[in-house]
């Protein structure tokens, strides 16, 4: 009791897609992930067997495969 020190109304702005500057409609819906790690080896291989156009691609790649954990493959996007 008597914790709370302000109350006022605020107003959320509403995320908005960039390309088709339309809202972003978001839900909770089930997803599927893969776990890299037993993948991870190969896939940092196989991008040496890769020509990245531009060149710099490779690096934001590796960078991507070498932080991430988990893969979600089932990515659902509403427009």
Sequence with gaps: RGAL?????????????????????????????ADLSPLRAAALDALNDVAMIPASGRVRLRAFVNSRTEWCLSRQRVR
Excluded: E, N, V
Aim: charged letters at 15%.
């Design 5 to 33: 020190l302000s109350c006022a109304p605020y107003a959320h702005r509403y995320p908005y897609d960039w390309r088709a500057k339309t809202p972003i409609i978001m839900r909770t819906t089930p997803q599927w992930f």
